[in-house]
């Protein structure tokens, strides 16, 4: 018997009132779980994460305060957080949109099932925002971690139908993803930059995680006493603190599995153990090729569009390997001007005449010294490393 948590948390005092079904777990230890796959998100976290009504009273004073719109970047599956913004918008007689197509998606199954309740005439179509007065209105949108596409990244950058006027409130409703750091700051300051109060976890409990913290994990690994455990869904860090959480609770050490994407997890006569990896990862997608991008040509990518290019066009007499035209040196993207190349053009042929003196008349071999006088120049003089391409044309 395989158990996965996905994300989860045990709210005491959840808002639908459908607690956690802990007598259900219990009756699945009493069978015995062979495998408990755990989320590790908040395994460095003391204590228990605080219940989501806990939110309810900042939200009203945050609506209290404003006096033009108030925008709320949440997560599209967190129905239980838009529920919240609805009841409180309806309290301030404000009326509300949805603005992002997995918002508005989501948002619409969620009522359609009886999981958001809804007042009428509370929500409104977004191109009817203009009808109503600023301090009436409440747009709840995508974008809470900084994604580059999402509504209020849009907003940010001025690159969306709704524009940030100084006055409007910004609430973020959401808590930093480990990686998403710089990129939900970026939003941030951008928000700012027009005018707008930023509301976040930072500086207002405008938040609290859907993640199981400490104690919780502890708690629920002793109701379910698993043979084995798998921390998952988490950073190193993490996954490291959730296999400490479950040998405190009795697992033994041999029996917890850390494992990353595309190793393989044996469970033969009721122990776990690491048995092998299969191909896993990123698939690059360019044009019409999928998959057939590898490193070596996203390197080249990386250097062209930090460094730029430098072509070397040369003809060599083959049998002599003596220069017969040029060396055409020519720059794009790596900030050297051309006329700039006058000086190492005497370098260049110095050693390809001397390389003629010794025999070598080989175009791969020329190449290369080519790429290597060229290189050793921009190198000492600019500090950079652009991608050379030399050209030896035999004549």
Request: glycine share 10%; with cysteine; hydrophobic share 40%.
């Amino acid at each position: 018997m395989v158990v996965h948590t996905g994300d989860f948390k045990m709210d005491q005092l959840p808002l639908d009132g459908r607690l956690t079904d802990l007598h259900a777990f219990a009756r699945l230890s009493e069978e015995g779980i062979d495998l408990l796959l755990a989320d590790s998100t908040n395994a460095e976290v003391p204590g228990f994460v605080p219940p989501e009504r806990d939110i309810s009273n900042v939200l009203r004073q945050v609506f209290g305060n404003a006096r033009k719109r108030i925008i709320v970047a949440s997560f599209a599956s967190h129905v239980h957080r838009i529920q919240q913004i609805l009841d409180t918008a309806h309290e301030y007689g404000r009326r509300v949109a949805f603005v992002g197509r997995s918002m508005v998606r989501n948002m619409g199954i969620a009522r359609d099932l009886g999981y958001l309740k809804v007042p009428p005439g509370l929500v409104v179509d977004v191109k009817t925002l203009d009808d109503l007065p600023d301090s009436e209105v409440v747009l709840v949108c995508t974008g809470s971690q900084g994604e580059p596409m999402a509504a209020l990244s849009r907003m940010a950058n001025r690159d969306h139908q709704i524009r940030i006027v100084s006055g409007d409130t910004v609430i973020l409703a959401s808590s930093l993803i480990p990686g998403n750091e710089n990129a939900v700051y970026r939003v941030i300051n951008g928000l700012t930059r027009w005018g707008a109060n930023v509301v976040h976890k930072g500086n207002a409990k405008v938040h609290v995680s859907g993640h199981a913290s400490a104690g919780e994990l502890l708690y629920f690994y002793n109701i379910c006493r698993p043979k084995n455990l798998m921390p998952v869904h988490g950073e190193w860090r993490h996954l490291r603190a959730n296999a400490e959480l479950g040998a405190m609770t009795g697992v033994p050490h041999d029996r917890i599995v850390i494992a990353e994407d595309g190793v393989v997890v044996d469970l033969i006569e009721g122990k776990a153990k690491i048995s092998g990896k299969v191909q896993a990862g990123y698939v690059y997608v360019d044009g019409l090729s999928v998959g057939d991008v590898g490193e070596p040509a996203l390197k080249d990518r990386r250097i062209l569009g930090d460094e730029g290019i430098i072509s070397v066009f040369l003809v060599v007499d083959s049998s002599t390997g003596k220069i017969t035209g040029g060396p055409h040196i020519q720059a794009r993207g790596s900030g050297i001007e051309d006329s700039a190349f006058v000086d190492v053009v005497p370098r260049i042929t110095e050693v390809l005449e001397r390389s003629a003196q010794d025999g070598v008349v080989e175009p791969h071999q020329l190449q290369q010294l080519i790429r290597r006088t060229l290189g050793k120049w921009v190198s000492d003089n600019y500090r950079r490393r652009p991608m050379i391409l030399p050209v030896v044309v035999e004549v």
